[in-house]
């Protein structure tokens, strides 16, 4: 939830006007640009079906052919700069996990990029074979950008919000990033998600303890494929197990 720095209270009484009208703008416009950057990220279902779609065959052609396909016709919004994750799943296990967390390039071209890494460049698997495309499941996750906590690092479990929540884990040279819908898939309580994501960096499992570790969060949107018939789904994260 976004809040002003300052509301207008029973005691801004001594405002004029003027100056009341000017921060009522100033509030108006940050909470603008606040809904704008939260809620850009949002797809119809018809645009996330366009997503994962585009992150099929972007899969197919690189491992097939190892031809890397063009972001072409495309809603506007996949012009936009959007951060996003491509995972495959295979038997219900995962099988690739490659993204883009800060929102870098277009979401076309992320997707397509994210599509092929999560294949050919996640260092935890071998390549995906053209065998094994059939039994591949796509689920694409389109992230807000990510931001800070409010708090110090000691409260961090008490505003980490599971279901809701990404966390990405820096300290020093090592980062870890974790999907909102890991910690329902795993059943993390907040403290666990934050080991765990600390774990992924690299570091020791309380290191976001640290004042100098930063701790930052953020929210997706999933699309997947369901089905034999390449249907399309929006999932809700806490039916993610």
Same mark, same amino acid.
């Given at each position: 939830?976004?809040?002003?720095?300052?509301?207008?209270?029973?005691?801004?009484?001594?405002?004029?006007?003027?100056?009341?009208?000017?921060?009522?703008?100033?509030?108006?416009?940050?909470?603008?640009?606040?809904?704008?950057?939260?809620?850009?990220?949002?797809?119809?279902?018809?645009?996330?079906?366009?997503?994962?779609?585009?992150?099929?065959?972007?899969?197919?052609?690189?491992?097939?052919?190892?031809?890397?396909?063009?972001?072409?016709?495309?809603?506007?919004?996949?012009?936009?700069?959007?951060?996003?994750?491509?995972?495959?799943?295979? #038997? !219900?296990?995962?099988?690739?996990?490659?993204?883009? @967390? =800060?929102?870098?390039?277009?979401? /076309?071209?992320?997707? $397509? *990029?994210?599509?092929?890494?999560?294949?050919?460049?996640?260092?935890?698997?071998?390549?995906?074979?053209?065998?094994?495309?059939?039994?591949?499941?796509?689920?694409?996750?389109?992230?807000?950008?990510?931001?800070?906590?409010?708090?110090?690092?000691?409260?961090?479990?008490?505003?980490?919000?599971?279901?809701?929540?990404?966390?990405?884990? #820096? !300290?020093?040279?090592?980062?870890?990033?974790?999907? @909102? =819908?890991?910690?329902?898939?795993? /059943?993390?309580?907040? $403290? *666990?998600?934050?080991?765990?994501?600390?774990?992924?960096?690299?570091?020791?499992?309380?290191?976001?303890?640290?004042?100098?570790?930063?701790?930052?969060?953020?929210?997706?949107?999933?699309?997947?494929?369901?089905?034999?018939?390449?249907?399309?789904?929006?999932?809700?994260?806490?039916?993610?197990?």
């Amino acid at each position: 939830m976004f809040y002003p720095t300052r509301s207008l209270s029973v005691w801004d009484h001594s405002l004029s006007l003027r100056s009341s009208q000017k921060n009522l703008t100033t509030i108006s416009h940050n909470l603008l640009v606040h809904f704008q950057v939260y809620y850009l990220h949002m797809l119809t279902i018809d645009e996330g079906k366009i997503a994962v779609k585009l992150a099929r065959e972007a899969l197919t052609q690189y491992v097939k052919k190892h031809v890397k396909i063009k972001p072409e016709s495309l809603p506007k919004i996949f012009d936009e700069k959007q951060g996003v994750f491509v995972s495959l799943h295979k #038997s !219900h296990n995962l099988r690739g996990c490659i993204g883009y @967390p =800060q929102p870098f390039m277009p979401l /076309g071209l992320a997707i $397509i *990029d994210s599509a092929i890494s999560a294949a050919a460049r996640d260092p935890r698997f071998p390549s995906i074979r053209p065998e094994e495309l059939e039994d591949v499941v796509i689920e694409v996750t389109i992230l807000t950008a990510p931001k800070n906590y409010d708090v110090e690092n000691t409260k961090l479990p008490e505003v980490v919000q599971i279901g809701r929540h990404g966390l990405i884990v #820096s !300290h020093g040279m090592f980062t870890g990033l974790l999907l @909102p =819908q890991v910690a329902i898939e795993w /059943g993390f309580d907040s $403290i *666990d998600f934050l080991s765990q994501t600390c774990l992924k960096a690299g570091l020791p499992p309380d290191s976001w303890l640290d004042p100098r570790t930063d701790v930052r969060y953020f929210e997706g949107q999933i699309f997947a494929e369901a089905g034999q018939e390449g249907d399309v789904i929006e999932k809700d994260i806490m039916q993610c197990e």
